[in-house]
């Protein structure tokens, strides 16, 4: 019996010390990481999150793109069941990018440089309201030039000048259009040439006669 207690008394203290030492470790380490716990949590409260950092690109994810209207549109795959006046139509509706051209004015109306200007300025600006950039500008008593920012309204531009009394055609590149019916302009300058050369010849003629009866 006293040899038991004299053989245990002295490793008590270092038991008690080893213990205190692995229980002060544990704890250190248990600090440190609940520590790292608290340093890393997110709160499930994202009511007052406010995410303003979004792109762009990531909205546009997944979504269909819609076609733009400045697409290209292909022509009917038949053209041979349409008529030329609907096949100018047609390559006049996919003609991109600017354009210009001239305005032929009805012959045999006299006219100034002045009214030709009136006309030009009366033509760009009712087209302006209807949202079509074009600018008229008069070249001699029966011609005004135009330029258009965009090609694919040379349909509405054609529309408008043939309705226009002053206009008797329209060029747009290398076609020319006209009213139906309208022959070329060129027939109506041999016309009203020969026209006038037949006045020209009656008042001659009545001249001659004149002077008959004179003499």
């Known amino acids: 019996m006293n040899n038991h207690s004299t053989f245990s008394s002295p490793l008590l203290p270092s038991l008690l010390l080893l213990l205190t030492l692995i229980v002060a470790e544990n704890a250190a380490i248990l600090r440190f990481a609940e520590g790292g716990k608290a340093r890393i949590h997110i709160t499930d409260d994202l009511d007052d999150v406010v995410d303003d950092e979004e792109d762009d690109a990531w909205k546009e994810w997944g979504k269909k793109t ?5 697409e290209f549109d292909p022509p009917p795959e038949d ?13 006049m509706k996919r003609h991109f990018g600017p354009a210009f051209g001239f305005v032929k004015l009805r012959l045999g109306v006299n006219r100034t440089p002045d009214m ?9 600006k009712v087209l302006k309201t209807g949202s079509i950039e074009v600018k008229f500008m008069g070249v001699d008593v029966s011609t005004i030039m135009f330029t258009m920012e965009r090609g694919q309204d040379t349909e509405e531009l054609k529309e408008f000048v043939l309705n226009q009394p002053e206009a008797y055609e329209i060029k747009i590149g290398d076609q020319v259009f006209r009213r139906p019916g309208d022959p070329p302009l060129e027939e109506v300058f041999e016309m009203l040439h020969s026209e006038k050369n037949k006045a020209h010849d009656t008042v001659i003629t009545e001249d001659d006669g004149d002077l008959q009866d004179e003499l």
């Open 66 to 70: 819609k076609p733009s209207s400045a």
């Open 79 to 91: 053209l041979s069941k349409m008529d030329l006046t609907e096949i100018q139509a047609e390559m």
């Open 116 to 124: 030709v200007a009136e006309i030009a300025m009366k033509w760009t």
